[in-house]
């Protein structure tokens, strides 16, 4: 059992007398462990048995999917809260996440080494933020599900 382990109280009641406790193996809950899928998928972080007896993320963990690599804040076994995705590509995103998408604010470097930083929604560029292109031309302004009408280039003096 990982030192990390939570347990569930060791004592029930069993039957129509409720003053009737019986001892019982403890039931883990939670803890900190790591988990091999396959070959190419593997866990190591916080876990949680649910209400319907499945193991899911929780918490701080990594995770690992041949060369992607996530390592951040699960909920119900979905990335979310703060975290960064490392992609085969050489391409990463830092930032936020809700419900395993980029959403709030978060930075994303293309593997030609663009870069946004700002505002995201639903995985894509939305609200303010700054484009700067692999050949060092920044637009800033603010971005319309993923596009950018009406951006204004930072012209270097």
């Given amino acids: 059992m990982s030192k990390d382990a939570k347990k569930a ?7 129509k007398d409720k003053g009737n406790l019986e001892e019982v193996e ?8 790591a988990f091999q899928y396959s070959d190419d998928i593997k ?9 319907t007896n499945t193991k899911v993320k929780q918490g701080l963990g990594v995770y690992t999917e041949g060369r992607n690599v996530y390592e951040g804040n699960f909920d119900n076994d979905v990335q979310h809260g703060k975290g960064k ?4 590509s050489g391409a990463q995103y ?3 996440f809700n419900r395993g998408k980029y959403e709030g ?3 994303y470097l293309w593997q030609d080494k663009s870069c946004y ?25 603010t971005f319309y599900n993923g596009t950018g009408e009406g951006l204004q280039r930072e012209l270097k003096t």
């Fill in 9 to 15: 109280p060791a004592k029930v009641s069993r039957g």
């Fill in 26 to 33: 403890p039931v883990i809950t939670k803890g900190k462990s």
């Fill in 43 to 51: 866990y190591d972080g916080e876990w949680l048995i649910t209400e």
């Fill in 85 to 88: 995705m490392v992609f085969a």
């Fill in 94 to 96: 830092e930032g936020d």
């Fill in 105 to 107: 604010y978060g930075t």
């Fill in 117 to 141: 930083v700002g505002e995201w929604k639903e995985n894509r560029m939305h609200g303010k933020g700054t484009f700067t292109s692999s050949d060092g031309k920044v637009w800033q302004g």
